[in-house]
């Protein structure tokens, strides 16, 4: 079973962290306020959708539906709820580590309050995703459109957070190749993921899919990040993570959930270092300077560079320039120059002899990166 803790076993010291993997019991703002300063990389939140249902929601033959009527949904007024919001987002901010990210999930009765409200607060919205459906649940009465989505808001700390993780090139290659979309189309909770009570009725009424969480963790984290979920019912994000080799901390103040949480977080498998190495492109690679070539060792001033068939030469200076005749500058503004071309990527274009065969210069700076990756 995962550790349960209650809020005075909460240690809020930087240095502690006995709340890691763990679920906090007790209301989540409480709970929030007991985590340190800048701890967490990343936050999803299913907080209550305040349904303002009038009563039992019913299909034509006035069977009931198991809609989300709980007392942790409701709230007196708008008023109530917004302050509400304000108060778990503020708290989450304050966890939230300055190139962190936050994903809040709702429906339309309370996704635009709480996306104004994450403006107000000087969130910065990155995108909105859309999750489609593929088996929504029918409007009865014939009186609306069916509601066959929901809305998430992915938000960094303040507009200045620009070293958030997004794993671009690992979405980009799950998706054929393509950008991937702000569309996700994923079936809501059913089946054998549906947990059930001994009396078979829904443990939680809002569950959400795992294949959900997963596209939000491998898209927004890397593996050891720690991901935060203030509602954390059943523990959808919880199990998603320590599949995933992420570190989670939840906050539930319901007994029956933390029970099913917790039962159902512990018999999760992670998965192996192999499965959860992150694809990423040339972007993400630490920037290594061509005098770092030389510094190194990997190429001496005066070394002789060409392109691939020899019919370019360029001269290396103890400086990290080239010289080729009249021209002289760095390998991509020399590159070009030769070549009579606005641009030129130099790491490609320039190759150097190793005794059997020409190489481009880039092979010598993935050996520094490589070095660079042993030292870290």
């Known amino acids: ?31 929030l306020e007991a985590l340190p300063d800048k701890s967490v990389d990343v936050i999803f939140a299913d907080p209550p959708y305040n349904l303002q249902l009038g009563g039992a929601l019913t299909r034509p033959d006035q069977s009931k539906v198991d809609a989300c009527d709980d007392h942790w949904d409701q709230f007196a007024s708008f008023e109530v709820y917004d302050a509400f919001t304000r ?20 429906s339309y009765h309370n996704i635009f309050r709480v996306g104004a409200i994450m403006q107000d607060l000087n969130f910065w919205i990155l995108n909105d995703i859309v999750w489609r459906k593929t088996n929504p649940m029918p409007n009865f009465k014939g009186r609306r459109f069916q509601n066959a989505h929901e809305t998430m808001i992915w938000a960094s700390r303040d507009a200045n957070a620009k070293a958030y993780t997004f794993n671009y090139e690992a979405m980009k290659a799950a998706n ?32 959400k899919p795992e294949a959900l969480l997963a ?59 192999t499965e959860l190495t992150v694809m990423t492109g040339k972007k993400a690679e630490p920037r ?10 990997l190429l001496k001033p005066g070394a002789i560079l060409s392109d691939a068939k020899r019919r370019v030469n360029a001269i290396v200076r103890a400086d990290g320039t080239l010289v080729s005749g009249a ?17 030129c990527n130099g790491w490609t274009y320039w190759h150097f002899d190793d005794g059997q065969s020409l190489k481009p210069i880039d092979v010598l700076r993935s050996l520094i990166r490589e070095d660079m990756a042993k030292a870290g």
């Open 1 to 31: 079973m995962s550790a349960v803790l209650s809020l005075g076993e909460v240690s809020g010291r930087p240095e502690s962290r006995n709340w890691l993997n763990t679920i906090i019991k007790g209301d989540c703002v409480a709970a």
């Open 87 to 106: 108060a778990w987002l503020l708290a989450c901010r304050r966890v939230l580590k300055p190139n962190g990210t936050i994903w809040v999930i709702g």
């Open 176 to 207: 054929e190749d393509v950008q991937m979309r702000s569309d996700w189309l994923f079936p809501i909770c059913n089946g054998g993921e549906r947990l059930k009570n001994d009396d078979g009725d829904k443990v939680h009424p809002t569950q």
């Open 215 to 273: 596209r939000v963790l491998m898209s927004s984290t890397k593996p050891g990040d720690v991901v935060l979920d203030p509602f954390f019912g059943t523990g959808t994000t919880g199990a998603v993570a320590k599949r995933l080799g992420r570190n989670f901390v939840g906050i539930e103040r319901e007994q029956d959930y933390i029970d099913a949480a917790s039962a159902r977080i512990a018999a999760v498998e992670p998965l192996g270092s």
């Open 288 to 297: 290594v300077a061509f005098v770092s070539l030389i510094e190194s060792g």
């Open 327 to 343: 021209e002289a500058g760095s390998i991509h503004k020399v590159g070009a120059r030769v070549q009579g071309l606005d641009a």
